[in-house]
């Protein structure tokens, strides 16, 4: 099991699989994003044959997005998560944070191709200090956003703050296969093939690089339904997703 605490106590962090001061890891993925925003949502379908599109769909599911909602999607990038929910509830109203502003940019041009502008507001921020008042919003999302924060506990609190009392969080990330061998084949492609990919088509091996490592140093499971148990949210639960591949996990506000 990895430990509850994602913070070190000499103030660094991990960058991948470097171990590097916890003031200058933000700066580090703002660079990576900032790198491969042009080609993000080419390489997303690259990389996993299309199933993310499957995963975002799950989360979906489970939300059940409803007219009336305010959803803050935070580390949005370039929207995926947010367009969905508005598509299922055409009277809803999402707001997409990300500290990243060229993945925003790529997301508004997409949102005006769908047709969606009018429903979204694009905010640059940071998931650790949101900038928004306590009891905001009815969901907060964060799809493959959470294992790139600093301080994930930070974040998660800050999820809880903005959330109504009755509020939902939802969290979509990679996680930990409960299956030696599938684990080995999984690392066997992660490892050989996405950075080869990543540099084939952005140009960015070592983006691709951190991807892969990011997603080893991520909590298992059950750690991160302790961590955001921990951040004061209630009826956790979590599902697996293509075996453990990635997780959806929930949590209320209440
Ligand atoms: C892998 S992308 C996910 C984008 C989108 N949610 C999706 O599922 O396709 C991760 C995003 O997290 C953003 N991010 C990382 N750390 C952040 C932070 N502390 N605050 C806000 N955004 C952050 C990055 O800028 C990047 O756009």
New binding site residues.
Partial sequence: MTRISDQHSDQTTHFGFQTVPESEK?GM??GV?SRVAGRYDLM?DLMSGGVHRLWKDAMMDWLNPRDGQKLLD?????G??SFRFLKRAPGAHATV????EP?LIEGRKRAEAERLADRLDWVV????ALPFKDNSFDVYTI???IR???RISD?LKEAHRVLRPGGRLMVLEFSRIPNDLVQWIYDRYSFGVIPALGQMVTGDRASYQYLVESIRKFPDQDTFAAMIRAAGFAQVKYRNLTMGVAALHSGWKI
């Fill in positions: 933000a993925v703002h994003f997303n935070v580390a949005g990038g370039t995926d998560v944070l990300d500290m990243t993945m921020g940071d998931a650790m799809s493959f956003g790139n924060v600093t974040a």
